[in-house]
């Protein structure tokens, strides 16, 4: 839908409603640290968490690579979408009212909005007929398979607002559309209805089945599973996609597990709708279902903010497909498994029951059950079991089979105590017992798990310059030369820098707009602690200085009346707020000047960037990954020729410029 100019009411109420933290943790793993929690930046490659999230500054920062802002620049940034996009979206979730400035837009607007609160209504409507249909005759089969086979309590079955949609190509359309007069076409958008095919008309989706309502965290049905009680496939049925549903980001009954997740600190995830009601009406509650598809990172990001201590255990089940829903949940969230972002443990069952049959067959099921998940293997050594499940070790290519694919799995290690831990394990499993044969083995190990060297660039290089460029580089970054940025020279650039660029907005007034476009032109922050305190004071009185009614500029007069709440902190800058004859002669050149210290920001910037595609061309091997090492190769190139750029623009020596350095 177009998006219209919404009203600074709306903004300022989605900004103050909107929470750093529920927001980012959608799409960062975020790990408690004091006040504030840390993760892996988003934005750039790290394996070092240097993103932080303060939510009571409610703002966004990392010390990587710079970005930062507030719940709606990071779904700007992350989404690569607009501004009223963004605010609109989140005055959907936090029930924001919507205004705009055009008033011949609101009518539009609410209408498209209220879209999503009809479709809750008519999954609600549908829901109690689904539950009044399973009390009457035709749903007899349904309940009674609910008590008998099931053997649900009527309290659970009450909890989970189970039903049944009884047989009829029409009954569900009849009620909605005719008798309680919806629109047909909410009705299918809802997905409980599709359109015919080779007639007109419609006809209900979900026919003669038990129906289990799928809940979002909010307690809200966004959508059904529907399970056959005869013969036929498929054996579930799922609402497809809708406005309100996408069952690669939903979990079942997640709604009633979120708060036993968090008091619990770990989260269990099974295969099946009934798995999770069945642990549910047993006592254990942090367990949600996947909904029959791969666990994708996006549900175990939710299922992370629940738990301080990132741990999910899968207990899918053991037979080959279970085994194989495993795997792929494995593949699926590799890159946080493998950089420890997740706990992640998997339980198989005994006998390879599901939780279902499991708690049927024992007395005491539910305590044995809690056991079997507190001691569940973590999933590198369910891996390695399954490298060795049916296999000889005595027979060499079965032998040099399991031990190629543990070679594969512990490469992936990026902690080196884990690596080490690993592969001492492995080298124990590889020695059958023969303790004299395991510093063999993890001498093997170590040796095929080297990364590979630096290699002749000149070999099939992309680009001569490039190639000439990187082992300059490289050169200079082994001698130690010039070249190489060091951290003290960043530090050193970036407080001229930023000092002088504050020293401009707090003395020259007229030059403010053009070191806040500046800013934002390049997406620059203010590094260094003492600056970004000063520069987030400045931008909280800014509304106070353009509304003042006095001649003189009265912002430094209203940052030093800050000196009282923040002593120590505006300690370190108050020699900004004073500008003496030769800052103030300097000053004469506030254009130049400006650029120059733009330039220096950015250049710190580039210089980062550019240190990582180094380090990271350096550990490619061409011959087996030539598209990275070819990109990282490209990616070098460009920033380095951007460097040059920044160089031209930075004539001044900023030294020169401030005689009084900041702290």
């Excluded at 004469?588 to 210089?607: H, K, N, Q, Y």
């Amino acid at each position: 839908m177009e998006i219209p100019r919404l009203h600074p009411d709306t903004i300022e109420d989605v900004k103050q409603r909107a929470d750093i933290y529920d927001v980012v943790s959608e799409h960062v793993v975020l790990r408690k640290r004091g006040k504030d929690y840390v993760g892996l930046c988003p934005f750039h490659d790290e394996k070092t968490p240097s993103f932080s999230v303060s939510p009571s500054k409610q703002m966004y920062y990392c010390f990587g690579c710079n970005a930062g802002g507030n719940a709606v620049k990071f779904l700007m940034e992350v989404g690569k979408r607009s501004f009223s996009d963004v605010v609109l979206d989140l005055a959907r979730r936090y029930q924001v009212p919507v205004k705009t400035l055009q008033p011949e837009q609101r009518e539009s607007l609410q209408r498209q909005l209220s879209l999503r609160e009809q479709l809750y209504e008519i999954l609600a409507l549908a829901t109690a007929f689904y539950q009044h249909a399973l009390r009457q005759p035709q749903g007899q089969q349904a309940l009674e398979y609910l008590k008998s086979e099931r053997r649900l309590e009527e309290e659970t079955i009450q909890q989970f607002q189970l039903g049944y949609a009884p047989e009829g190509w029409e009954t569900i359309y009849r009620y909605l559309v005719e008798h309680k007069g919806k629109p047909v076409q909410q009705v299918e958008q809802a997905g409980l209805i599709a359109p015919r095919k080779e007639s007109r008309g419609y006809y209900d989706r979900f026919r003669a089945r038990l129906m289990i309502p799928i809940h979002d965290t909010q307690g809200r049905i966004i959508g059904f599973g529907g399970r056959t009680l005869k013969d036929e496939q498929p054996k579930y049925l799922n609402s497809p996609d809708t406005p309100l549903f996408d069952k690669g980001k939903t979990l079942f009954a997640l709604d009633k597990a979120r708060d036993a997740i968090a008091k619990q600190d770990k989260a269990v995830v099974v295969e099946g709708y009934f798995d999770a009601i069945t642990l549910h009406a047993a006592g254990i509650t942090n367990v949600v279902a996947s909904l029959g598809t791969a666990l994708s990172q996006t549900q175990v990001k939710q299922l992370l903010r629940y738990s301080e201590s990132k741990q999910i255990i899968l207990n899918f089940d053991a037979d080959a497909a279970g085994t194989q829903a495993s795997e792929r949940a494995i593949a699926e969230i590799a890159t946080l498994a493998y950089s420890g972002q997740v706990q992640l443990r998997i339980l198989n069952l005994p006998d390879g029951k599901d939780a279902d049959e499991f708690l049927k067959a024992h007395t005491d099921a539910a305590e044995q059950y809690s056991q079997l998940v507190n001691n569940a293997p973590l999933w590198l050594d369910w891996q390695i079991n399954q490298l060795l499940r049916e296999r000889d070790l005595n027979q060499a290519d079965q032998f040099q089979q399991v031990a190629q694919s543990m070679v594969k799995l512990l490469n992936q290690l990026e902690d080196i105590n884990q690596r080490s831990y690993y592969i001492n394990h492995c080298a124990q499993l590889l020695s059958r017992g023969k303790t004299k044969l395991i510093p063999l083995f993890i001498e093997n190990l170590q040796a095929q798990l080297k990364k590979p060297t630096t290699h002749s660039i000149r070999k099939s290089a992309p680009r001569l310059s490039n190639a000439s460029t990187l082992e300059r580089s490289q050169k200079h970054e082994n001698n130690h030369s010039q070249f190489k940025f060091t951290v003290l020279g960043e530090r050193h650039l970036l407080e001229e820098a930023e000092a002088l660029l504050l020293l401009i907005y707090l003395h020259c007034p007229e030059y403010r707009q053009t070191i806040i476009d500046a800013i934002e032109a390049q997406d620059l922050l203010f590094s260094l602690s003492h600056h970004r305190f000063l520069w987030q004071q400045i931008l909280e009185l800014q509304f106070v200085v353009q509304a003042s009614p006095q001649t003189v500029d009265p912002l430094i007069s209203l940052l030093q009346e800050r000196s009282i709440e923040f002593p120590e902190e505006m300690a370190r800058v108050a020699h900004l707020l004073h500008l003496d004859e030769k800052k103030q002669e300097d000053l004469v050149r506030t254009p130049l000047l400006i650029r120059a210290a733009t330039a220096s920001l950015e250049r710190v910037t580039c210089e980062k960037h550019r240190r990582y595609c180094l380090e990271q061309w350096q550990k490619l091997n061409p011959a087996t990954e030539p598209e990275r090492w070819k990109y990282y190769s490209e990616e070098f190139y460009k920033v380095d020729q951007r460097i040059q750029e920044l160089d031209q623009l930075r004539q001044f020596n900023l030294s020169d410029i401030l005689n009084n350095r900041c702290n």
